[in-house]
C-alpha cells in the first residue's frame, strides 16, 4: 500500500524531547498507531495495544513492567481502555525524575478526547497532547483535492483502490463506531438511535445545533441530543465550532455550529458513495464548507483559536481565526470557482474588523477582489496558515515513511 508521510511527525518527535508523556489523540483508523510504530523504532521502543489481552496481561503490575523498562520509550495504544493506568504513570514520571529522566518515556495513543481521558488524573505538568486527524490537504497531493473530499482522510478509506471500495469501508467504520467504540464511553445508546442522529447532524451539516429541534425529530429528550453531541464531539468524530460575540454590539447567534469532522464520513452517512451522487445532492455546499474548514483547522498554530460570526439579520463570516502575532482572519467559504463573497460577508466584516480577509474556493487561483478581500485556493490557503506554526523539529528518523 501507498506510504504517507503524516505532518505531526515532527511535533511529536519535538514533545518527547522535553516532557516525560506525549498523548497522540484522534480517531480510530486515522493512522495513530502506524506512526507511533515508526517513531517508536528510533527510540528502542516498546509498543503495547491494550485492547490485546497480551499486552494487557504485561500491565498487571504496571510499575514492575515500567521498572523493567526504563530505557527506551514506551508506546500504549487506546490508553483509554485502562483509565487507572494515569495514576501509576504519575508515579513512575515523578520517579524518574528524581533520576534525572525527565523527556521521553511514554507515547500513549487515544481515540478520545483529553476531557475524556483525563478523568480523575490529569498529569498536569507531565503530559503534552497532539491531535492527529485524518488525511489533510497538505499530507496529500494536490491533484487529489476532489479524491480527500470525496473519500475523506482515514487512509484506507483515502487509498481504497476505487470509490466503491472506499464507501464500503466508511459504512463498516460508521458501524463499528455505533455498536463498539462509542457504546464504551456511557449509558447504552441504541445503535438504530444514534445512527439516525449521526445522520440527521450531517444532513444539517454546518447548521447551527438546536438541541430542542434535533430532539423532536428524534423523540428524545433534548438533554439527551445534547448528551450524544458531547459524546461524539469526545469521540473526535464531530466538531462544535463556537460562535464569536467579543466586543461587538449587535443581536449574534450565540449556539455553535456542528460538523460531521470528516467529510467522507458525511457522505457515507447520507449515501453518497461518489463525485456525482455528492453533487447531486443538497448537501454538497456544506460539505465543502466542513471539508475546508476541518483542512484549515488542522493546519492552525497551536494557540490559534477558531470561531464562526453570525447576526440575527444575517450577517455571516464562515470561518474566524484568530491568530497570535497576526490577528483576526475572516474567511468564507465557496464551492467551485466563485469569486464574490455574499453579502452578509462584507457586513459582518464591517462589524469585527478583520485584519485579513479571504474567500476560498477549490480553484487554484489568488488575487485581490477588492475591499480587502483576497480569492485563494484551499490548499495554498492551508499551507499560508501551516507556515505560521513554530519553526519545526527536524526528525532525524526519516529513513522510511509509515505504511498506512
Known amino acids: ?174 458501524q463499528t463506531y455505533l455498536e463498539r467504540d462509542i457504546p464504551q464511553y456511557g449509558p447504552r445508546i441504541p445503535a438504530a438511535t444514534l445512527r439516525r442522529f449521526w445522520t440527521m447532524l450531517a444532513h444539517t451539516q454546518g447548521a447551527v445545533f438546536n438541541a430542542s429541534s434535533i430532539a423532536r425529530g428524534l423523540d428524545m429528550e433534548a438533554k439527551s441530543a445534547n448528551r450524544y453531541l458531547d459524546l461524539m464531539v469526545d469521540l473526535m468524530l464531530m466538531r462544535r465550532l463556537p460562535p464569536y460575540f467579543k466586543n461587538v454590539g449587535k443581536r449574534l447567534v450565540k449556539s455553535p455550529k456542528v460538523y460531521v469532522r470528516d467529510s467522507g464520513v458525511t457522505h457515507a452517512l447520507l449515501g453518497l458513495p461518489n463525485m456525482d451522487a455528492l453533487l447531486g445532492h443538497p448537501v454538497v455546499g456544506f460539505s465543502w464548507e466542513g471539508f475546508a474548514i476541518d483542512n484549515l483547522l488542522a493546519a492552525l498554530p497551536e494557540l490559534a483559536t477558531a470561531y464562526f460570526y453570525r447576526t440575527q439579520v444575517g450577517a455571516e463570516i464562515d470561518l474566524l481565526l484568530e491568530i497570535p502575532g497576526h490577528g483576526l482572519w475572516a474567511i468564507e467559504v465557496k464551492l467551485g470557482h466563485s469569486s464574490r463573497p455574499r453579502k452578509g460577508f462584507y457586513i459582518a466584516c464591517d462589524d469585527v474588523e478583520p485584519d485579513r480577509r479571504f474567500l476560498v474556493n477549490s480553484g487554484t487561483e489568488r488575487r485581490d477582489i477588492g475591499q480587502g478581500i483576497e480569492l485563494i485556493g484551499l490548499a495554498e490557503l492551508c499551507s499560508m496558515v501551516g507556515a505560521l506554526r513554530q519553526p519545526k523539529t527536524v526528525v532525524k528518523a526519516k529513513k522510511k515513511r509509515g505504511a498506512v
Open 1 to 174: 500500500m501507498m506510504s504517507l508521510w503524516r505532518d505531526l511527525e515532527a511535533a511529536v518527535e519535538d514533545r518527547l524531547q522535553y516532557s516525560p508523556c506525549v498523548a497522540l489523540l484522534g480517531p480510530r483508523q486515522s493512522g495513530k498507531t502506524t506512526l507511533a510504530q515508526d517513531i517508536g523504532e528510533a527510540h528502542d521502543g516498546i509498543y503495547l495495544d491494550l485492547e490485546n489481552p497480551d499486552d494487557v496481561e504485561k500491565l498487571e503490575n504496571p510499575n514492575l513492567f515500567f521498572a523493567q523498562h526504563e530505557t527506551g520509550l514506551i508506546i500504549l495504544d487506546e490508553v483509554q481502555r485502562m483509565p487507572g493506568l494515569f495514576q501509576v504513570l504519575r508515579g513512575v514520571v515523578d520517579r524518574d525524575r528524581r533520576k534525572g529522566r525527565r523527556s521521553g518515556r511514554f507515547l500513549l495513543l487515544g481515540s478520545a478526547s483529553r476531557e475524556l481521558l483525563q478523568q480523575s488524573e490529569t498529569l498536569a505538568g507531565r503530559i503534552a497532547y497532539l491531535e492527529l486527524g485524518p488525511l489533510n490537504v497538505l499530507e496529500t497531493e494536490p491533484a487529489d483535492l476532489q479524491k480527500l473530499w470525496v473519500r475523506g482522510g482515514f487512509p484506507e478509506s483515502f487509498l481504497a483502490e476505487n470509490d466503491n471500495a472506499s464507501f464500503r469501508w466508511r459504512q463498516d467504520f460508521v
